[in-house]
């Protein structure tokens, strides 16, 4: 018959079930997300200075090597460049990390210098108890 409408074979048209159910989907999955993100409030390091306020403790003090051999701190030469145990170096950097422990210790070796005189002030440092040790 023309013109009869039969249910089996008509326009379904917009369902809005099928929508809900994906609004819900979405925002459970946002909801999800949000109890996971993690707020950083504490960052593990240690800012230079001394927790007890006194001035100049962890001031980092630099031994440069010159290619000579010659080794100087504060710019002051300490030792000859042929001294391998390197006493006075040693003792003045023993004194240094009595008084402040964390002290760092920064060794510049200028390019040509000798990886032994590198090696014999690494050995005074370690002798001396330094912990802060690094290269610049």
């Known amino acids: 018959m023309a013109g009869s409408v039969d249910s089996s074979g008509g326009e379904i ?6 929508m809900v159910d994906v609004v819900f989907v ?4 946002f909801m999800a997300n949000a109890g996971m993100q ?21 001031v980092p003090q630099v031994i440069s090597i010159q290619s000579d051999g010659n080794v100087t701190l504060d710019n002051r030469v ?15 950097l023993r004194e240094l990390i009595d008084r402040f422990p964390e002290t760092p210790v920064i060794i510049k ?4 210098v000798r990886h032994e005189r590198v090696i014999d002030v690494l ?9 802060n040790l690094t290269f610049g």
């Open 26 to 29: 979405i925002m459970l999955f």
């Open 109 to 112: 070796p200028e390019p040509s």
């Open 13 to 18: 048209g917009f369902q809005i079930a099928p």
């Open 123 to 131: 050995n005074a440092a370690a002798a001396a108890g330094v912990k």
């Open 38 to 58: 993690v707020s950083e409030t504490e960052l593990g390091l240690t800012l230079p200075g001394d927790s007890r306020g006194a001035p100049g403790i962890n």
């Open 78 to 92: 300490f030792d000859t460049p042929d001294s391998k145990n390197m006493p006075q170096l040693r003792q003045r």
